[in-house]
């Protein structure tokens, strides 16, 4: 009988399948990068250094890389060393307008060594004519938008800033996102997208999803408001010198008790004290160490007379103590400390007083913002961590092209590295208790972002930290971001401490109701100093 026909196994034809869908997928992307929609794509598929320009500002001295992204054959731009400033830049080929259209910026980040202190954003500069050039770059430079990860200490968020000119003063100020979303805490590619739409709406997503949204025109998103106060505190006005105030002040009537003794300490010898049976007088805490050997290389006249290194006296261990026995120290039972009066309601109380509000000279109305173009991408960080690798920057004009260039470009790194991770946590047989930590971790990360709790954002953030540090700590930790967040939940339901009423001056001509202006300066980036100690060449002698 004649050989029949064999059909492929219903595996390799599901592979078949999927590597004939991403083809079309990448072959879809690449098209639309020609596509009037893509305004800009970088994929660093090929060598930057023809296209993009490193700063030449000494202290910018970072080395970028062309380099593969770990476990993959796709290229990016890596940090490549610890502790340095670095600064790129690319220019556009014609600036982009933000005005009257949408525009999608999105690029992708790796941290491949993970981030403990430092940035990955990305800023988007004005045209030169704006007072920069490309070899001197640096953070000086004026930017439009600055967008992207930033992890320091308290600080754990994605940034959005966009610098915006007041017509009135003509001053650029920087209008901060409020309550911005969590940087991802672990090693994976993440890509991250801003999407400006002509109604004032800003879109923030992370791999695809909606992480916040907000609008440039509210001062309950941006931070200072975009549109200034209508009045602000007139500054030539001065609180009276007869104005009291103090809520509370010390009784005047009041006389310090004849018993009461300001001098006495607070602790006094224990007279009760015995010394513990089998105390070892003669013994001393330390001995030199029997089996230390004085260096070959040890020179008497160079380093002096070499003296064995102190251990603890081993006869101590099993002793209540060695040495010399004192009486110890406990509280003075008499001790009262330095009397003071008690404090009264004060009679005079004017209340808090402020000054009377003016009309603003910098107000001005506006139905959306006047976004500077955007004339080119840069790069200017301070890390303290290397393997940071940038890819597949994007400027566009629809989301549909973003989604795109996120489904053919991210995701199948994403889903590779997602499944190396599980496989590594199954070898390492922590599954459970690391991903139980992980999904904790995030669910506190989630939590600390929630607008309300904004005043105690740092609390939390500290505390997350050390465990994160510290991971056997996971369910201490948690216990202890649940009894904050139940702390402030009952203060908000049953109020805090009773405030004194408030007496304000009267305004002495009419004013509108008044917002907080202010100009925000560029965010304080928090530095380290790594201070490493070189080892002697032989054991000095010890300090007595």
């Known amino acids: 009988m004649g050989e029949g026909k064999r059909l492929l196994p219903a595996g390799i034809l599901a592979v078949l399948l999927l590597i004939c869908t991403s083809s079309f997928q990448l072959l879809h992307a690449s098209n639309d990068n020609n596509d009037d929609d893509t305004i800009f794509y970088e994929s660093f598929d090929e060598s930057f250094e023809d296209r993009w320009i490193v700063s030449q500002k000494e202290e910018y001295n970072g080395v970028w890389k062309h380099a593969k992204s770990e476990g993959h054959d796709d290229y990016g731009l890596l940090v490549s060393d610890k502790a340095r400033k670095y600064a790129i830049v690319k220019e556009l080929d014609e600036p982009v307008i933000l005005k009257d259209q949408s525009v999608v910026i999105q690029f992708e980040v790796r941290l491949q060594e993970g981030l403990e202190c430092g940035g990955a954003y990305l800023k988007y500069l004005r045209p030169q004519e704006a007072g920069w050039k490309p070899k001197e770059f640096d953070n000086e430079s004026p930017y439009s938008i600055m967008f992207g990860p930033d992890k320091c200490g308290a600080t754990n968020k994605v940034h959005f800033i966009f610098k915006h000119k007041n017509p009135k003063s003509g001053e650029y100020v920087e209008h901060h996102l409020k309550y911005p979303p969590s940087v991802p805490s672990d090693k994976l590619s993440h890509v991250y997208t801003a999407v400006l739409k002509p109604n004032n709406e800003l879109q923030i997503l992370i791999d695809g999803e909606e992480k916040k949204k907000a609008n440039f025109l509210s001062s309950e998103d941006f931070e200072p408001s975009l549109i200034p106060s209508k009045t ?31 001098d006495a300490p607070i602790e006094i010898l224990d007279e009760e004290a015995e010394k513990p049976e089998g105390w070892l007088d003669d013994e001393p805490e330390e001995i030199d160490d029997p089996e230390a050997t004085k260096p ?118 994403f889903t590779v590295e997602k499944e190396k991770q599980k496989e590594e946590e199954l070898e390492s047989g922590s599954t459970g208790l690391a ?80 917002t907080k202006e202010g100009e925000e300066n560029e965010e304080n980036k928090e530095e380290k100093e790594e201070t490493t100690a070189a080892a002697p060449r032989r054991r000095t002698r010890r300090e007595n």
């Open 232 to 262: 602000i505190p007139d500054p030539d006005d001065k609180k009276p010198e007869d104005w009291d105030d103090r809520a509370k002040i010390p009784d005047p009537t009041a006389t310090k008790p004849e018993d009461w003794d300001e």
């Open 296 to 413: 070959e290389d040890w020179d008497d006249e160079e380093d002096g007379e070499w003296e064995a290194p102190k251990i603890d006296n081993p006869k101590c261990e099993e002793a209540p103590g060695c040495g010399e026995w004192k009486r110890p120290m406990k509280s003075n039972p008499a001790y009262k400390g330095k009397w003071n009066a008690p404090l009264i309601d004060n009679p005079d109380y004017k209340g808090i007083w402020k000054p009377q509000e003016i009309p603003n000279p910098n107000y001005f109305d506006l139905e959306k913002p006047n976004f500077e173009p955007i004339a080119a991408i840069g790069i200017e960080i301070w890390t303290m961590q290397d393997g940071i690798l940038f890819d597949n920057i994007l400027i566009a004009k629809d989301d549909k092209i973003a989604a795109s260039y996120r489904e053919t470009t991210w995701k199948p790194k």
């Open 435 to 514: 991903g139980l930590q992980k999904k904790v971790f995030d669910i506190l990360y989630k939590i600390a972002d929630i607008p309300f709790l904004s005043d105690y954002k740092l609390k939390i953030y500290d505390v997350i930290e050390k465990g994160e540090k510290q991971p056997n700590l996971t369910i201490g930790i948690l216990v202890s971001v649940v009894v904050i967040f139940l702390t402030i939940f009952f203060r908000l339901i049953f109020g805090g401490k009773k405030q004194p009423t408030r007496v304000e001056r009267k305004n002495t001509e009419p004013a509108g109701t008044s």
